[in-house]
């Protein structure tokens, strides 16, 4: 799935904090909200993609809103689950609340407030990405920065960094395998420019033969395999060569 560029950044953390106020102190149960997404966004439940209506196609998945389920245990946050397509069942526990539907940024800036929060809010960053008019990679790229944070959000905030659009992306991508102390955060930030395509190829060249960690090199030379590129076929050769 690939994530767009919204029309806005994604709101301060204090819009985030008001949703966080309705959802109060809650210590077991969940909550749930909807909010509109982006155009393209379907699914069927759990499956949640982007797709494209053409002349000749017509995709067989239904159209949002996301529909988020924030599950907390002991007054801990222990899960989020999404869905686009379906419906809520009409059963449901004393421990659950409904929000209804809330505004798309402020949905996304409730989302990403707990992927700051906790290991288990790094499942709150795929929900965030799908937000309408919403442009979350700002946020992103800090959380992915953020050395406090556990590895998990860390690597989830880097890989759809790698789905966002545009060359600046590339550009912040191919900085943070540099500027990240972790070894592992680095490889997936290597791993997020591979799916660049052709634009990441230079920045992975780049890496190839300069960074100073071999892992970091290797990891490189990996995904430039990968690509097929005839750039990459050029640095093996080369490589080969001094062999």
Known sequence: MVLGIGALAVPP??????????????????????YATRPGVC?????????????????????????VLV????????????????RWRESRGPGVRDLGVVSAPVAAAYLL??????????????????????????????????ERLATKTRKHAVFWLGQAAGARITAELAAFVEDAGDREIQKHAVFSLSQRGGEAVPALLRIARE???????????????????????????ELLVKQ
């Open 13 to 34: 953390p204090a819009a985030g904090q008001d949703l966080a106020a309705r959802v109060g102190e809650m210590r077991d149960g969940a909550v749930r909200l909807a």
């Open 43 to 67: 699914g069927s439940g759990r499956n949640v993609m982007t797709v494209r209506d053409t002349d000749d196609w017509e995709p067989d998945c239904e159209a949002g809103p996301a529909h």
């Open 71 to 86: 599950t907390f245990r002991d007054g801990q946050l222990v899960d989020v689950d999404t869905y686009v397509g379906g």
């Open 113 to 146: 407030s707990l992927a700051e929060r906790s290991e288990a809010g790094a499942a709150a960053i795929f929900p965030a990405t799908i937000a309408d008019s919403v442009d979350v990679w700002p946020r992103l790229l800090t959380i992915a920065r953020t």
């Open 211 to 237: 960074h100073r960690d071999p892992a970091i090199r290797k990891a490189a030379l990996f995904w430039l395999g990968q690509s097929g590129d005839p750039r990459a076929l050029a640095l093996f050769e």
